[in-house]
């Protein structure tokens, strides 16, 4: 019998001059970044707290606190592997993973492969697992101004029997 649960999440940070762009752990050439605790990547931190909601466990803040001095600059990566092992101690697995990010600028296409790779890795999937898709806000509210950044994701989870 299939157990499956699906889990979904929106991240945002404010884009800010001089600071680093992370996403997917891919650090990109551009003259923002994210304002943020942590290092701010919100693909992966999406992806994060979508396992987290798919296991019923609350949300990002909850397990990696921003009062927490211990998560200052903390790779995101980091996170997504810790929660990863937890969904594995529970004995689920990702069926897939569909994400959307929302950015004025830069284009996103050619660092895509990068970010699947490194989030696929992380997870221990093959990269046809997940898809990351991006598009700008057309110069609308404050993605298409370029003062943010917004990712979604959206996962399915499946219980393995044993």
């Known amino acids: 019998m299939q157990t499956l649960r699906i889990g979904q999440s929106t991240d945002i940070h404010r884009l800010e001059e001089n600071l680093p762009l992370v996403i997917g752990g891919v650090k990109i050439d551009y ?3 994210c304002v943020a605790h942590s290092d701010g990547d919100v693909l992966v931190h ?10 019923g466990l609350g949300d990002l803040g909850s397990f ?11 790779n995101s ?6 929660i990863n092992d937890l969904m594995q101690s529970k004995n689920y697995s990702i069926v897939n993973i569909d994400t959307l990010v929302l950015l004025e600028e830069p284009k996103l296409k050619k660092y895509t492969d990068d970010m699947k790779k490194n989030i696929a890795e992380v997870l221990k999937i093959d990269c ?9 806000g ?4 404050f993605i298409g ?11 399915l989870i499946d219980k393995n029997e044993r």
């Open 31 to 33: 003259s923002k970044g």
């Open 77 to 82: 990566l980091e996170m997504l592997k810790e």
């Open 46 to 55: 999406a992806i994060t707290e979508a396992i987290i909601g798919a296991l």
């Open 128 to 136: 046809d697992k997940i898809n990351i898709k991006a598009t700008r």
């Open 64 to 74: 990696f606190s921003d009062l927490d001095d211990s998560n200052k600059d903390r």
């Open 145 to 155: 101004r370029g003062d943010g950044i917004m990712a979604q994701a959206v996962i």
């Open 138 to 141: 057309e110069k609308v509210g």
